[in-house]
């Protein structure tokens, strides 16, 4: 019987919104750079997003920074066979925001063994930030491994 070939070390992660689930899709988050020390994506925002006053909902800032953070803390141990999973997120929301794009950055603040911890900041074209995040999680291996 042939040995069944070893899982590649590093898959590829598709991160086209196009191909995301649903609730993913409706995010719009797109990303433009992807390493173990930094990810810069953003979105659009518009009234989809909104609560029933109009402006952004919270839920999409913590969404963001949730999955931003885990696509650089991924990243950055995927040579290992692992990815990283959110076990903690701390969103604050610091100004409304109504309709346009929004930048997002994300930098590590630590990586360890175990667990990182992310720092994500979300602004608005001028810079200014809208909400700002960070989100501890851990390291663990790829399912089927």
Do not use: C
Request: charged fraction near 20%; glycine fraction near 10%; charge should be negative.
């Amino acid at each position: 019987m042939p040995e069944a070939a070893a899982p590649d070390p590093s898959p590829e992660v598709d991160l086209d919104p196009a191909h995301a689930g649903d609730f993913l899709r409706a995010v719009g988050l797109h990303y433009d750079a992807v390493s173990a020390q930094e990810v810069r994506a953003h979105l659009e925002v518009s009234a989809q997003h909104h609560t029933p006053w109009g402006i952004t909902h919270g839920g999409l800032y913590a969404t963001v920074i949730e999955s931003v953070a885990s696509v650089g803390a991924s990243h950055a141990i995927r040579d290992d066979g692992r990815f990283a999973v959110g076990v903690n997120n701390q969103t604050d929301f610091l100004r409304p925001f109504t309709a346009g794009r929004l930048d997002v950055r994300a930098t590590p603040i630590q990586q360890g063994r175990n667990l990182q911890l992310w720092l994500v900041e979300i602004s608005d074209p001028g810079g200014k930030l809208i909400a700002r995040g960070q989100v501890r999680l851990f390291n663990q291996p790829l399912p089927g491994r």
